[in-house]
């Protein structure tokens, strides 16, 4: 996930601290709304209208993803990331991460994921 050359992450991923950046037009999440794959899937089908057939699988996911990234550039801007799929095993964000960086590099228009988590002085 990250650039083998400089430890850094891939450029449709950013993650961030501090000031919830302002990214017009971006669909914002919380993370503490989407602690669950479930919850995730649910999070994201209201924020983007996505269709009712969208299921619980990682692929039904990708495939209605996919399906908005043809109509156009997409931003997430997932505030309070970490709590992200928290009650879920490991595994579960690797692969959401995996799908989203599919779905970046195979996507007809932009995809881009912004990872905001609560400053060291917020807790």
Same mark, same amino acid.
């Given at each position: ?8 992450? /891939? ?9 919830? /950046?302002?990214? /017009? @037009? ?5 993370? @503490? +709304? +989407? ?7 649910? !999070?994201? !089908? ?8 969208? &299921? ?5 996911? +990708? ?17 309070? !990331? &970490? ?5 879920? /095993? ?15 590099? &195979? ?13 060291? +002085?917020?807790?």
């Amino acid at each position: 996930m990250y650039d083998e050359d400089g430890d850094r992450p /891939p450029d449709w991923l950013t993650v961030c601290r501090g000031a919830v /950046p302002e990214l /017009p @037009g971006a669909v914002v999440l919380s993370g @503490g +709304a +989407a602690r669950t794959r479930s919850a995730l899937f649910a !999070a994201l !089908a209201g924020a983007l209208a996505l269709p009712a057939h969208l &299921g619980s699988t990682w692929d039904a996911l +990708a495939d209605v993803l996919r399906d908005r990234l043809d109509a156009g550039p997409l931003t997430l801007l997932i505030i309070d !990331a &970490g709590k992200l799929l928290v009650d879920e /095993p490991a595994r579960q964000h690797a692969q959401l991460l995996a799908v989203f960086g599919d779905l970046a590099t &195979g996507a007809p228009h932009p995809f881009r994921v912004v990872l905001h988590g609560a400053s060291s +002085a917020d807790r």
